[in-house]
């Protein structure tokens, strides 16, 4: 085979690796997104016609040597319809604000940017530095076999660090403590009592203002204040200052919980696509962590999950550019950051397991009822395969060409959110929307439909009510259920069905999956249909 279209000529293995899955996928001539293909999608402005595009990459994905750059247009990193110029400007705007970005991080901790990675904590939970940093013990299984818990940034330490002899290499001791916003901080010392509490923060303010002129006496009732300024005027100036204090509180709580959760990003980060050599070099490694740590702190309602590297790593192999790699990872984030948030009575992604419950039950009720009345119909057993896009599944670069299919598929929520509202009016349903959307689409409106994946055409054509909220990965899971449908069916316990889904790693092919995840999605939205329209029938009835 001629390497420039072998995928694992792209994505080195390590000699000694015992992990690697085998590669299916092959760039294939005339299927697969060439460079010439991709080149003659552009028009003398600039502009992409993805409509070209989307028919090549679903029918055989993106060859390795464009790969990144057709992922920025999928993932909406620029619009199709921008010009060159247009998205030279934005790539330098963009880089701009990682760097600033990355550049605050490293005024809180300067592991960051530093070329480390760190996996011991630095602080404890009250902000104040770790003196004898202990040695910790990893769960190596728990990360291999996929059990993963959500580690966000309100979470407790996850205390391992790697034993195995293929990371050894890729532990890095930390250097001096940086104490910048802990030492002094009241914030991380706080009593719990309310006078306390103020007492704190009068202190604070006769500290860092020392203009007011205001000194603080305690007696029995409370706090007396003595000023050179009239009664007025000194209050609207402590309470400016409460005001500005409480922030700092605000803020130094945040860089806390920050940095406490950088050492679970290191112990991820060390273990994530170690079979490939690219990940020998510990500058691969550093910039995958600083990319994540930079994630964590600009969105702190998600901080860090376990789960996040395998999805940032990609982005990290295909774009030397590090900024470039943030960016298609925050991309993809937005499409799936609810999928990780956690409180303490729910995980994200059990919204989109619910919708695979939902599809399996609608297009396969005898199948949902076996593995409900094995007590799995909460189908946490897929947690993995939706939370990872299939990571643990496929090989690296299969996983990489799955994707791309799936963003594919999916392209241009955008566009049916402008064309949605006149070509559906909401009293039709069924048949009478199908005709509708036909007759409706015409001309310059019907070519535009075409811009789109062809999953999101499906739902013009078939769909109905909410259908388009459950993302196609959840359809993808559906279609390995139903391609594992007589093992599944044949399984005596829970244990016995997640044994069939751990065997199937390596063994599935990406483009059958979703062959049979858009087969599903068409008998799902067909069966929506005639809910809807037994139930208007009924409703005229009576």
Same mark, same amino acid.
């Given at each position: 085979m001629d390497r420039m279209n072998d995928p694992d000529y792209y994505y080195k293995?390590?000699?000694?690796?015992?992990?690697?899955?085998?590669?299916?996928?092959?760039?294939?001539?005339?299927?697969?997104?060439?460079?010439?293909?991709?080149?003659?999608?552009?028009?003398?402005?600039?502009?992409?016609?993805?409509?070209?595009?989307?028919?090549?990459?679903?029918?055989?994905?993106?060859?390795?040597?464009?790969?990144g750059e057709v992922w920025e247009f999928l993932l909406g990193c620029f619009n199709p319809n921008s010009s060159?110029?247009?998205?030279?400007?934005?790539?330098?705007?963009?880089?701009?604000?990682?760097?600033?970005?990355?550049?605050?991080?490293?005024?809180?901790?300067?592991?960051?940017?530093?070329?480390?990675?760190?996996?011991?904590?630095?602080?404890?939970?009250d902000g104040s530095p770790v003196e004898n940093e202990p040695q910790r013990e990893i769960d190596e299984e728990n990360h291999l076999n996929g059990n993963m818990e959500p580690v966000g940034m309100d979470s407790g330490s996850f205390h391992t660090e790697p034993q195995d002899e293929n990371i050894s290499d890729f532990v890095y001791s930390a250097k001096q403590v940086h104490t910048d916003y802990m030492v002094h901080n009241p914030a991380a010392k706080r009593h719990s009592t309310d006078h306390e509490e103020s007492v704190q923060s009068q202190e604070r303010i006769a500290a860092v203002n020392g203009e007011l002129a205001v000194g603080y006496e305690e007696d029995s009732g409370g706090?007396?204040?003595?000023?050179?300024? *009239?009664?007025?005027?000194?209050?609207? $100036? @402590? !309470?400016?200052?409460?005001?500005?204090?409480?922030?700092?509180?605000?803020? +130094?709580k945040k860089v806390i919980q920050w940095r406490l959760v950088l050492h679970q990003v290191?112990? *991820?980060?060390?273990?994530?696509?170690? $079979? @490939? !050599?690219?990940?020998?070099?510990?500058?691969?490694?550093?910039?995958?962590? +600083?990319?994540?740590?930079?994630?964590?702190?600009?969105?702190?309602?998600?901080?860090?999950?376990?789960?996040?590297?395998?999805?940032?790593?990609?982005?990290?192999v295909l774009f030397s550019n590090e900024a470039d790699a943030?960016?298609?990872?925050?991309?993809?984030?937005?499409r799936l950051r609810e999928n990780f948030r956690c409180t303490e009575h729910s995980v994200g992604v059990q919204k989109q397991l619910a919708n695979l419950g939902s599809v399996i039950h609608a297009v396969d009720p005898k199948l949902h009822q076996h593995l409900d009345d094995l007590g799995g119909g909460n189908y946490i057993f897929a947690f993995r395969m939706v939370m990872v896009l299939f990571r643990r599944e496929f090989s690296f670069a299969d996983s990489l060409y799955l994707w791309e299919m799936i963003w594919a598929l999916e392209y241009g929520p955008q566009l049916i959110s402008s064309l949605k509202e006149p070509v559906i009016p909401e009293q039709h349903g069924g048949g009478g929307l199908r005709?509708?959307?036909?007759?409706?689409?015409?001309?310059?409106?019907?070519?535009?439909?075409?811009?789109?994946?062809?999953?999101?055409?499906?739902?013009?054509?078939?769909?109905?009510?909410?259908?388009?909220?459950?993302?196609?990965?959840?359809?993808?899971?559906?279609?390995?259920?139903?391609?594992?449908?007589?093992?599944?069916?044949?399984?005596?316990?829970?244990d016995d069905i997640v044994k069939v889904l751990n065997d199937i790693t390596g063994k599935l092919d990406a483009k059958k999956a979703c062959k049979e995840a858009l087969k599903i999605h068409k008998k799902y939205l067909l069966k929506a249909n005639k809910t809807v329209e037994e139930y208007m029938m009924d409703f005229a009835l009576h």
């Open positions: 293995l390590r000699l000694d690796s015992t992990e690697a899955i085998a590669t299916r996928f092959r760039p294939k001539v005339g299927r697969t997104l060439s460079e010439k293909r991709w080149r003659d999608a552009f028009d003398q402005n600039g502009c992409v016609d993805m409509s070209k595009v989307l028919i090549r990459i679903q029918k055989g994905g993106v060859h390795p040597l464009i790969r060159n110029a247009e998205r030279a400007a934005l790539r330098k705007s963009r880089r701009q604000q990682y760097f600033k970005m990355k550049s605050e991080c490293q005024t809180m901790d300067s592991a960051v940017g530093s070329g480390e990675v760190l996996i011991l904590p630095r602080i404890n939970e706090m007396i204040e003595t000023a050179t300024m *009239d009664d007025g005027e000194l209050l609207d $100036a @402590l !309470q400016a200052k409460r005001r500005e204090v409480n922030a700092m509180f605000v803020q +130094d290191g112990l *991820d980060v060390v273990r994530t696509d170690r $079979a @490939l !050599q690219f990940y020998e070099k510990p500058e691969h490694l550093a910039k995958l962590w +600083d990319i994540l740590a930079v994630y964590a702190w600009i969105d702190p309602d998600i901080g860090y999950c376990q789960g996040m590297s395998d999805l940032c790593s990609p982005m990290v943030f960016w298609c990872f925050e991309r993809l984030m937005n005709q509708e959307i036909k007759s409706a689409l015409t001309g310059k409106r019907r070519k535009a439909l075409y811009q789109l994946g062809k999953f999101q055409r499906q739902i013009f054509k078939y769909g109905f009510s909410n259908a388009h909220n459950i993302p196609f990965v959840v359809f993808c899971a559906a279609g390995i259920f139903e391609l594992q449908r007589a093992r599944l069916q044949e399984a005596p316990g829970i």
